[in-house]
């Protein structure tokens, strides 16, 4: 599969994002947690719109297309700090987070998306990426499976993108709400540059908009991606309070 080098070029590699203490800092946990969220978001939507199979909890594949795409989108340094400060966001989560996890909750416990993300990012890439998951104390016995459970993925993931990137540029993903905040400019550039590089059977939808809460969804009814206002405010206490 080919590698997109997307022009993100703002974020560097953070040393200890998890006690973000400048502005800048701050903006690249921000950015890479809703880069996270975007692609967990835009998985929910390819699973729908190129009617592709999914066994087992549409969650986790929707994790997993997320950390895939950040993967072959990005540049090895540039999709390691994103990485790194998504998997800080389910850490985060999980500690602000009540002690017992919501099991009813469709998505997985966010420290078991934190050790998933983990695990196939350092699979993706094992002898570079060997300190990350050192870092990110993945044990052993889940180190030794994570190529595997790359290759897996790669598997399922790797013709769906190979199938949008032979399709050419295009314009078949639609935003239009501006760039006057972090997210909209986020939004906005990750649209442009998904445009550039590939094209959807159909047309998707993408909006940020207010929802009174820090969600973000996919809407099969609608071809529609929403992201919420709400979740950079969330972000950014999350990057300073843990
Ligand atoms: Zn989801």
């Known amino acids: 599969m080919m590698r997109w080098m997307l022009p993100f070029a703002t974020l560097a590699i953070a040393l200890s994002p998890a006690q973000a203490e400048n ?7 921000v950015e890479a947690n809703l880069i996270s969220i975007f692609y967990h978001e835009l998985g929910h939507a390819l699973i729908d719109i190129m009617a592709l199979p999914v066994f087992g909890q549409e969650e986790d594949a929707a994790d997993t297309a997320s950390i ?16 790194r400060d998504a998997a800080f966001g ?39 990426r060997a300190g990350l998951a050192d870092q990110f ?19 399922s993931w790797g013709p769906v993108l190979d199938e949008l990137s032979k399709a050419g540029a295009g314009d078949t993903i639609k935003y239009s709400g501006g760039t006057d905040t972090l997210t909209k400019r986020l939004i906005a550039d990750e649209v442009a540059a998904l445009n550039s590089e590939f ?9 940020v908009t207010d929802c009174d809460e820090a969600n973000a969804y996919y809407d099969p009814e ?21």
């Open 90 to 128: 389910f850490l985060d989560e999980a500690n602000a987070g009540e002690d017992t996890p919501a099991w009813w909750d469709v998505h997985g416990p966010d420290l078991q998306r934190y050790y998933n993300l983990v695990c196939l990012f350092y699979g993706a890439e094992p002898d570079s």
């Open 137 to 155: 104390d993945l044990p052993q016995e889940r180190a030794e499976s994570c190529e595997e459970e790359f290759e897996l993925a790669l598997s």
């Open 199 to 207: 094209s959807l059977p159909e047309t998707l939808q993408i909006e």
């Open 23 to 29: 502005s800048a800092e701050i903006d690249n946990y």
């Open 68 to 83: 895939l795409l950040i993967d072959a989108l990005y540049d090895n340094q540039t999709a390691t700090a994103i990485a």
């Open 222 to 242: 609608a071809k529609s991606i929403t992201i919420c206002t709400e979740f950079e405010p969330h972000l950014r206490d999350l990057a300073t309070e843990n």
